[in-house]
T-cell receptor
Framework: DAKTTQPTSMDCAEGRAANLPCNHS???????VYWYRQIHSQGPQYIIH???NNETNEMASLIITEDRKSSTLILPHATLRDTAVYYC????????????FGKGTTLSVSS | GAVVSQHPSWVICKSGTSVKIECRSL??????MFWYRQFPKQSLMLMAT?????????EQGVEKDKFLINHASLTLSTLTVTSAHPEDSSFYIC????????????FGQGTRLTVV
């Protein structure tokens, strides 16, 4: 799986958009970008994923650069409940293999 | 999404005793389950991959005789921490795959183990 680099921590004001960057300069053509988050003392939660195109769902938007070497997770209107560690994971679709988590970004949303 | 349930949510045990943690897939069958461990302020570390009906595959550095994994059915995997010591105190999380796609991996709520 390609290596990812994320900032250690970020702050965001409640109601504002939270933009979480991820660098994955060694990503290969068949690797997807996945985002998970982990709220304190809970299991990870899937947020969104994409291959080339930008994606949007009810939780977030994922913007992937044209060269696919970086991406940004956008929480359009952050709330206090979005305070969590956000993990960017790059990997191929492969049955039977585990997700490997890096250090992630700790997002702190404050009022 | 599919539901993965862990039990117990937290447990305190005495040093030297064994503790069993259960991981159940409630509404799907999981041929593969994964066990992770997470120390405070650290990321999740994969401990082992468990396939139904066969022996688990352990990651390097994880003692298979200390962390016994049983995956006897398609909906249940158990992790037993044998002869627990204070350094085994951690947050243990299981994950189960409902299908081949990565997005079909669902996580339990975790078990906080404290060994005193």
């Amino acid at each position: 799986d390609a290596k990812t680099t994320q900032p250690t921590s970020m702050d965001c004001a409640e109601g504002r958009a939270a933009n979480l960057p991820c660098n994955h300069s060694t990503i290969s053509g068949n690797e997807y970008v996945y985002w998970y988050r982990q709220i304190h003392s809970q299991g990870p939660q899937y947020i969104i994923h994409g291959l080339k195109n930008n994606e949007t769902n009810e939780m977030a938007s994922l913007i992937i650069t044209e060269d696919r070497k970086s991406s940004t997770l956008i929480l359009p209107h952050a709330t206090l409940r979005d305070t969590a560690v956000y993990y960017c994971i790059v990997r191929v679709e492969q049955a039977g293999t585990a997700l490997i988590f890096g250090k992630g970004t700790t997002l702190s949303v404050s009022s | 999404g599919a539901v993965v349930s862990q039990h117990p949510s937290w447990v305190i045990c005495k040093s030297g005793t064994s503790v069993k943690i259960e991981c159940r897939s409630l509404d799907f069958q999981a041929t593969t389950m994964f066990w992770y461990r997470q120390f405070p302020k650290q990321s999740l570390m994969l401990m082992a991959t468990s396939n139904e009906g066969s022996k688990a595959t352990y990651e390097q550095g994880v003692e298979k005789d200390k962390f016994l994994i049983n995956h006897a059915s398609l909906t249940l995997s158990t992790l037993t921490v044998t002869s627990a010591h204070p350094e085994d105190s951690s947050f243990y999380i299981c994950s189960a795959r409902a299908g081949a796609r990565v997005t079909e991996a669902f996580f339990g709520q975790g078990t906080r183990l404290t060994v005193v």
